[in-house]
């Protein structure tokens, strides 16, 4: 416990100082929204609730693919094998995944809120809308995580990211969707109880999957 | 008569496929509206899926061995099986598209089961792609294995779960009939499961081959190493 707290704070010293991936982060899924919102050049009220749904939860996918993918970027290759002296693997990849999913949540919640301020915001349960943006995030991190650590492996191109991760990523990517958008009708929430527990169940398959096969791959 | 204890699986697949294809063409078959006649592609496009599943469960099978042991061999083992159960899986997608342009019209459909085949063949060509990646033999083998793992505990949900949270067009999903529902003379099934074996073990069988060309391979290479 007191080790994830340490790498978590490391994380973060080392973010802090450079302020480069934060910052790259936030431009890069600002920039993304300025396109499509000059792209579809009008104002919210005539993009429809589907378009503004998929159109929201591709940026925040393709924003995620490029945050994560840094999260093992940073660390050269002898640095490696210091925090493997130091540490189990294991805390090493949960941290990981807690630092991810914490800039995940921050980018997200930026990204929202410049969306709806450019794109208009048709959601009708804006804190069921919050949670599953939280899950999302969370999800989004727990597995890219791990794909990330496998393209670091491979020479890290951005390319073997995406293509490792897309399929990965597709079933939870399609029930974020459907959640969000039974926030967005301001369905009943005892109705997306069902795709919630779905959710959950796929967070939590990702990071035992992590956990058991991390260390495995982290061997030199 | 040793051969016979190692190549009485090969056999049989060839006598039961022999059976399927004879079989499933020839045998009455219950006429059923919008289906027809085609209902005999059962024993040829759902046998592909059977068979790809069971050849990726073995491929990561040996994955988590290699990642056990780290001999080399079981890697070898591994990628072969995800090859052969990769051909299987675009054969039953070819096959399942034909089938769907003559009952539900179009190639494709947007059909969630069409859909989760598609990104289950997606995940095993960037299997593929990573291999290609990796010039390190042992790193090759291990990272790879890595993948392998991960993505069939990915792949579960994605055939098994999602197809049911929303309607399939597929026969046996959201109100339309099922297997179960025309095999009123049980004619179907006994092709069907024995067609399902056949192909399987055909699938084993094609793996075993490719896996002994492949070490063969490789010793020839080393001993060239070795000469020079």
Request: glycine share 6%.
């Amino acid at each position: 416990m007191i080790e994830i707290k340490t790498f978590l704070h490391k994380e973060f010293l080392m973010e802090w100082r450079q302020k480069y991936l934060i910052n790259g982060v936030f431009l890069y899924t600002s920039s993304t929204i300025f396109i499509c919102y000059l792209a579809f050049n009008i104002r919210g009220a005539t993009i429809t609730p589907i378009v503004w749904n998929t159109l929201f939860w591709i940026i925040i996918l393709f924003s995620a693919i490029n945050t994560i993918a840094k999260s093992f970027l940073q660390e050269s290759n002898q640095r490696d094998i210091y925090y493997y002296s130091l540490a189990s693997p294991g805390v090493i990849i949960i941290s990981k995944i807690i630092y991810s999913a914490i800039l995940m949540v921050i980018v997200s919640t930026l990204a929202l809120i410049l969306y709806s301020l450019l794109l208009g915001n048709p959601v009708q349960d804006q804190t069921f809308f919050a949670i599953v943006l939280f899950l999302g995030s969370l999800g989004f991190s727990s597995s890219l995580t791990m794909v990330s650590g496998i393209a670091s492996k491979a020479g890290n191109s951005g390319m073997l990211m995406a293509i490792l991760s897309f399929p990965i990523i597709v079933p939870l990517v399609m029930m974020i969707i459907k959640l969000s958008k039974n926030a967005m009708d301001g369905l009943d929430r005892g109705e997306s109880l069902d795709e919630i527990l779905v959710l959950l169940a796929l967070n939590a398959i990702t990071i035992t999957l992590a956990l058991l096969l991390y260390p495995y791959l982290s061997k030199n | 008569m040793t051969w016979m204890k190692q190549a009485w699986w090969k056999i049989l697949s060839v006598v039961l496929l022999c059976y399927a294809v004879v079989g499933g063409l020839l045998l009455p078959v219950p006429a059923l509206p919008i289906l027809n006649e085609t209902i005999r592609v059962l024993h040829f496009h759902v046998p592909m899926w059977f068979g790809m599943i069971i050849l990726f469960m073995i491929s990561v099978y040996y994955a988590i061995q290699f990642l056990r042991t780290n001999e080399l061999k079981y890697d070898v083992y591994s990628v072969n099986f995800t090859k052969t159960g990769i051909w299987f899986g675009v054969l039953g997608m070819l096959s399942g598209m034909i089938w769907a342009k003559f009952t539900w019209g179009e190639m494709w459909s947007g059909d969630p089961k069409q859909n989760g085949s598609a990104i289950a063949l997606l995940i095993y060509f960037a299997y593929l792609v990573l291999r290609g990646s990796l010039n390190d033999q042992n790193q090759r083998a291990r990272v790879t294995a890595v993948y392998n793992v991960f993505a069939f505990a990915t792949l579960i949900p994605l055939i098994f779960i999602l197809p049911r949270l929303t309607d399939s067009l597929h026969p046996g999903n959201g109100g339309n009939p099922g297997f179960n529902a025309y095999d009123l003379d049980s004619n179907l099934r006994k092709v069907f499961y024995l067609a399902v074996l056949g192909w399987t073990l055909l699938g084993v069988w094609l793996a075993t081959l490719k896996i002994r060309i492949d070490i063969i391979n490789e010793k020839i290479e080393d001993k060239e190493l070795a000469i020079s």
